[in-house]
């Protein structure tokens, strides 16, 4: 093949592979390479039919324009330089590397010893150097055009305030749905397949949260063993959809996956890795990143740049503090919202995003820069709000716009419900937004994002279900995932006929989904938890993309599924249980009261109820804050039960003295319908494991 780089002084301020519409403009940087290498390779990927040096150096980025080439070429890049691991550079220019910046990744990725930079002969010895070619091993970058019609589409930017997360994963939501057809289960496609959208529109969700789908590999031990890299934390390519999700090779597929969720009124986050990447510690693989510039693009070990510093269990630390690192993430986000028409994204242990000098700084640049921009402030941000390293845990610390996921919500939850004791005063913060962790800064009660299950831990059914986890199929011998699931098997180990003990598991469910639904905050609800998805008992399947980890539609609780329909449509009808403010616990002008907590007998908690260990029920009334109209039509009762039945009395609360009674979760146990609302007596009887909702009454 005879292509040359162009003579003309050409220069796009883009990174990447840049198709201009007659030619193609390649970009790439590296501080401390000697030489960086363009490899052009045949349709099939199979033949490396050009190898160019990149002709410019300016300010340590690489590039060159090629006329003639265009949307389609495959192509990689060969780093010239030191190999001096002592010193932390890793270059070998024998190992093909994916660009940082390619759209779309193809060819297959194929787990071999060549793959890596020096000499694998078992003795975990990482200083020698390999001169074997990866190119065959290798997948390549693909050079696009961006053009796809978004006619019709327009970004929807939903308040948090109004915001229903679920999180799910493309194959984990689409694989056994006997409605999506076979050829699109797995897909983007089969994503945004009709079954699916409908399943979301009348659950009444606002939001899916994507588990990765940038371009990640498949872990070697895994395969090794058998399984595979479900979830998808080990990403290779920030700029391209993951390759197993897509039907065709074309990225135009996300695309219409997110137009037509968007045409639904779904917003589409995606769960992002910025934190580490696929190759690993200084034994992993060199692929990309490390033979481009591994002291630039890694953070190194203080001690010694041989080694990489690792602040996220994978062996690695991307090295955001970098500015030219810090370029890429964000030009990755743009990219994703302005190109695919992302709404939003979840940054996976997001505190390492946050290090500077390895300490975490709320100030830090990685803050500063997502605050400053206009694209990227407009939407929505969500941080895992921890790492593995000192001072990783920072729930509460993150700056706004960032929203968090809020672990606490879920641990405290699940105790109250369980009957743990002691619980109730943090049970009262976590209905009121946790206060303690984000009312501080101007933040408002939409900071935390309420779950009572994720991704990683037991879903909703396994938490009532099960004492222990039951990870013997990851084959790390029961020992991964959390030991403490705050989980209550209700008297059987999994699943089992004992009605009693189904209805029991039922009301709970029930108890703790309208929990997650009243409070404030912004819930995600966990996909499959609406009609009592279980992973038998695995709290950590991250490595099983099989029936384990897929949503089992063909079990469906359909029961329960009305259910949950009802208590979206609630919060959505009851403007009260989504503010944005924190509420004032102080009485305002006129003594009027914008949440306050009451003991059974319709009297305010005092200090001897908040400290009483042995304390089940508590109620809890809301006002809507910064508005005009104080009327009792503002306010809301709700009393939660983790006890047995109990007798209250309502208060008079505000000028509300009489309720009616419109929803009791102990009325589901047996099925999706209920009394309708009626006139509450000033006393009550609240059945165990319930929760009960009590709206004022007429007054005329």
Sequence with gaps: MNVTFSELNFLKPELGAEYTGEGTHFAVFSAHAEMIELCLFSEDGSRETARLPLPKREGDVWSGYIEGIGPGTLYGYRAHGPYDPHSGHRFNPNKLLLDPYAKQVAGTFVWDDALFGYTIDGTGNDLSFDERDSAPLMVKGVIQDPAFDWAGEEAIRRPWTDTIIYETHVRGMTMTHPAVPEDLRGTFLGMASDPIIDHLTKLGVTAIELLPVQYFLD??????????NYWGYQTLGFFAPQTRYMKSNRITEFKTMVKRFHAAGIEVLMDVVYNHTAEGSEHGPTLSFRGLDNLSYYRPSPENPRHTFDMTGTGNTLNVA??????????????????MHIDGFRFDLASALGREDMEFDREGGFFDAIRQDPILAGVKLIAEPWDIGDGGYQLGGFPHPFREWNDRF???????WKGDDGIVPVLAERIAGSPVQFNHSDRGATASINLISAHDGFTLMDTVSYNDRHNEANGEDNRDGHAENHSDNMGAEGATDDERI???????????????????????????????????????????????????????????????????????????????????????????LEIAWYKADGRPMDEEAWHDETLRIVGVYFSRNGVA???????????????????ISLPRVNETERWQRVLDTASFDAASDEPGPRAAQDHEVVAGQSVTVFLPGDHG
């Design 219 to 228: 872990d070697r031990h895994l395969l090794e063993r058998g399984l595979r």
């Design 322 to 339: 970098h500015p030219m690192v810090l370029r890429m993430v964000l030009d990755s986000l743009r990219y994703w919202v302005q190109v």
């Design 410 to 416: 879920r641990d405290d939850v699940r105790r109250f």
């Design 502 to 592: 189904n209805s029991a598991r039922a009301r709970r469910r029930s108890a703790m989904f309208t929990t997650l639904m009243v409070s404030q905050g912004v819930p995600m609800i966990l996909g499959g938890d609406e009609f009592g998805n279980s992973q038998g008992g695995n709290n950590n399947v991250y490595c099983q993309d099989n029936e384990i980890g897929w949503v089992d539609w063909a079990s469906g609780d359909e029961a329960f599924l009305a259910f949950c329909r009802k208590m979206v449509e609630f919060r959505k009808e009851n403007p009260s249980l989504r503010q944005e403010r924190f509420l004032n616990g102080e009485p305002g002008e006129g003594g009027h």
């Design 629 to 647: 109209d104080t009327t009792p039509a503002n306010g809301i009762f709700l009393v939660l039960n983790a006890g047995a039945d109990c007798e």
